[in-house]
């Protein structure tokens, strides 16, 4: 059963004029690592934007369970159900990986009295110690921050994991440090892991790749 499904989707900004996506209808399970690929401006960061509820789609639905995404509440759905992770990180600094994690707890009302404890076995989950777990963002190399950033996503418990490009900044022996990750998150935390990325080898490893083409947008002449 799909735990996301897109139907006719598709989404225009400049009042319409210019479409980036149109006609989508993809459905996403759990258990599985999915790849959305595509040339730039074939719209995979919008449709990431689009199935974390951060924009709505101009023409189709977004079904989550069963449910229209746009007729529920759209912060419980970001902050309970998706775990996004972001290609720049997106984390502070000058705080530590528990402290990133655990703020990303508060930020989503997550309700526990031992959020550092959580923390810390989400850190541990992406193979982070508890040195590292105690050092300042800006002191952990690219590839640590992103297990930063993938701990921070599941520190909700989310069933849905959207990764934008989290392998553009890494090495490759990195890359595939983190791929394991992904793939173990799929397949033995039963979670659905959607990846918008560039890379051919990380689109080898998924289950399913959905291949995004670009739209040309004609502008009538003016009289």
């Not at 900004?13 to 690929?37: H, P, Q």
């Not at 974390?52 to 079904?63: A, C, D, M, N």
């Not at 069933?159 to 595939?176: C, F, K, S, Y």
């Not at 659905?192 to 790749?209: K, L, R, Y």
């Amino acid at each position: 059963m799909s735990i996301l499904k897109l139907e006719n989707m598709g989404y225009s900004y400049d009042g319409g004029r210019t479409k980036v996506l149109s006609g989508v209808n993809y459905e996403f399970e759990k258990g599985k690592l999915y790849a959305i690929v595509g040339k730039s401006g074939a719209g995979k960061t919008t449709l990431l934007s689009l199935l974390s509820g951060l924009t709505k789609p101009s023409e189709g639905k977004i079904w989550h369970e069963d449910k229209d995404i746009s007729k529920i509440d759209r912060f419980k759905y970001r902050s309970r159900y998706v775990g996004v992770i972001f290609q720049s990180f997106n984390l502070l600094p000058n705080l530590t990986a528990t402290e990133n994690v655990v703020l990303s707890m508060d930020v989503a009302g997550y309700k526990e009295s031992k959020k550092k404890e959580t923390a810390n076995s989400m850190l541990a989950k992406v193979d982070l110690d508890e040195t590292k777990a105690k050092r300042r963002v800006l002191k952990l190399s690219g590839g640590e921050q992103q297990r930063v950033a993938i701990a921070r996503a599941l520190s909700y418990h989310p069933d849905i994991i959207l990764a934008d490009e989290p392998t553009g900044n890494l090495d490759v022996e990195t890359q595939n440090e983190v791929m394991e990750i992904f793939k173990k998150l799929a397949y033995e935390e039963d979670k659905c892991v959607i990846i918008v990325t560039h890379s051919p080898s990380v689109a080898e490893s998924a289950d399913f790749v959905y291949q995004l083409t670009t739209i040309k947008n004609t502008t009538p002449n003016k009289k």
